[in-house]
C-alpha cells in the first residue's frame, strides 16, 4: 500500500482534484485548483472532512483551518508536499 504513496505535488495536487469533484459533484477535469475551494462549492462540512480524508491518506495530523489557510488545491497540495517530505 504505500508504494502508492507519493511526494510529487502535481500527483497529490491530483488526488485533491479527485477529492473535490467528488464533493462538488463535478468531473474532475472540471475543477481548477486555482480557485478557491469555496468558490468550487465545497462548504465547511465538506471541508472537514476532506481534512480526514487527508489524514488518513498520507497519516498527517491535519488542522481543519488547513482549507482556510490555504484556499486552493494548489496551495494545499503545495503545503502537503512540504509536510509529507518533514514526515518522512
Do not use: N
Not at 2 to 7: D, N, W
Not at 14 to 26: C, G, K, P, S
Not at 39 to 59: K, Q
Amino acid at each position: 500500500m504505500f508504494a502508492t504513496i507519493t511526494t510529487h505535488s502535481a500527483t497529490t495536487e491530483d488526488w485533491l482534484i479527485e477529492r473535490v469533484a467528488d464533493y462538488t459533484d463535478r468531473a474532475p477535469h472540471q475543477v481548477d485548483p486555482t480557485i478557491p475551494l469555496a468558490e468550487l462549492g465545497m462548504d465547511s462540512v465538506s471541508a472537514v472532512a476532506l481534512c480526514g480524508e487527508i489524514e488518513d491518506r498520507w497519516l498527517l495530523d491535519i488542522d481543519p483551518t488547513l482549507v482556510f489557510e490555504y484556499p486552493t488545491i494548489a496551495a494545499i497540495a503545495t503545503y502537503l508536499t512540504a509536510e509529507i517530505a518533514v514526515a518522512a
